[in-house]
């Protein structure tokens, strides 16, 4: 299995593509740190994970609107201490806030959307780096969303294309490391939070968060390193592009 002996740390694991990475992951052979802020959640999914006959994941529940960079240090220091490094990062926790004018759009909320989905990603893929930048190949992947720069999207575009560019430029910084550096854009995806943006659309076409979870895997696997005999650092990749 691609995976086996790999240590990923899956951040947004509680539900939707996040919870099927986990899944995945586990049964290509990774042990998966699984995040999220929702203890019962997490311990839902060890028992789907343990179920089906793969390594014991570890639940490591960390509420990202009040995370510091303390509590980012802390659990890159609990990581080092159990696995020695990291193998891939998957940065995929995210939060929708609301739809609103930017007239209109609540202050408080534009904060805590803007600390969940940007400042929490950055502290914590800082503090993971030590962590992934080894002798062996190691993978960050970014879930992205685009076509997010319209009317109502508020904090959560805003959001979202800080990620894209924060991606960029940390995949240029790490050109020339170990660390592999990808984003994926899912498309329109079966998950809670979709269904929470548009809830009078029909999901009976979307893809299913399964197959956003095979394509995440592949990144965050060393077998994404070259694709066509092209280097896939720094590239965003599309669904349909790792579905052929």
Known sequence: MPLTNKTILITGASDGI?????IECAKKGATVIIHGKTQPKLEALYDDIMQAGCSEPVIYPLDFEKMTPEDCVTMSDVIKKEFGQLDALYNNAGWLGASSPIQHYDIKLWHRVIQINVNATYMLTQACLPLLNHKGRSSIVFTLDDDKNTAYWGAYGVSKAAVTSFMQILADELENSSVNVTGLLPGVVNTAMRTRAFPAEDPTNHTQPEEVARAAAF??????????DKASHGRIFKLDELSK
């Open 219 to 228: 990144l965050l696997s060393a077998e994404s390193k070259t694709i066509n």
């Open 18 to 22: 996040g919870k099927a990475t986990a």
